[in-house]
């Protein structure tokens, strides 16, 4: 499985845009970027995946570099609601021996001060 | 409407018995999963069925047995109970391609006594 690194922990203020990176440099190129929250006591929540370009939801954007070996979350205006670890994760398309499943990492904790 | 329940919520039991958790999806997705998530927080895939067949299936005990009587349900049987299988456990479901993402449920805190 792909693996992806992440820094444990980042520290934001409220209403300040948040970046968190992820450095994935054994992407293949069917590889899709997955990320996730997980809020205290409370099963994983899906946020935002991408391919090759940026994408962007209602809850945040994703930006992916050109090469695909790195990706940047980005929550535009960080609330105190935001505070969770965050998981990057690679997830291969179906068929291949991994059948498309998420392997979770350790995550990014984020702490939003007030 | 709950989209990936489980039930139940909380598991208390003690060494040695044999325990159930439900699992059912209402979103139409064909893959169902099952996670571990221990003391240490991390999340690992324990087993994964696409339409009522098992093709994930990592090193588990054979003390915990899947069964997928349907593609909208995935329960977990565990046999002989043992302090170290205290754990949280988590449901989830997705289309079976890496372009869609998972729906998790909110997790069985199971603790064994």
């Known amino acids: 499985d792909a693996k992806t690194t992440q820094p444990n922990s980042m520290e934001s203020n409220e209403e300040e845009p948040v970046h968190l990176p992820c450095n994935h440099s054994?992407?293949?190129?069917?590889?899709?970027i997955h990320w996730y929250l997980q809020l205290p006591s409370q099963g994983p929540e899906y946020v935002i995946h991408g391919l090759t370009s940026n994408v962007n939801n209602r809850m945040a954007s994703l930006a992916i570099a050109e090469d695909r070996k790195s990706s940047t979350l980005i929550l535009h205006r960080a609330t105190l609601r935001d505070a969770a670890v965050y998981y990057c994760i690679l997830r291969a398309r179906a068929g291949g021996t991994s059948y498309g499943k998420l392997t979770f990492g350790q995550g990014t904790i984020l702490t939003v001060h007030p | 409407d709950t989209a990936v329940s489980q039930t139940p919520k909380y598991l208390v039991t003690q060494m040695g018995n044999d325990k159930s958790i439900k699992c059912e999806q209402n979103?139409?997705?064909?893959?169902m999963y099952w996670y571990k998530q221990d003391s240490k927080k991390f999340l690992k895939i324990m087993f994964s069925y696409n339409n009522k067949e098992l093709i994930i299936n990592e090193t588990v005990p054979n003390r915990f047995s899947p069964k997928s009587p349907d593609k909208a349900h995935l329960n977990l049987h565990i046999n002989s109970l043992e302090l170290g299988d205290s754990a949280v456990y988590f449901c989830?479901?997705?289309?079976?391609?890496?372009?869609?993402?998972?729906?998790f449920g909110s997790g069985t805190r199971l603790t064994v006594v």
């Open positions: 979103l139409g997705h064909d893959t």
């Open positions: 989830a479901s997705s289309l079976g391609t890496g372009a869609y993402g998972y729906t």
């Open positions: 054994t992407i293949s190129g069917t590889d899709y």
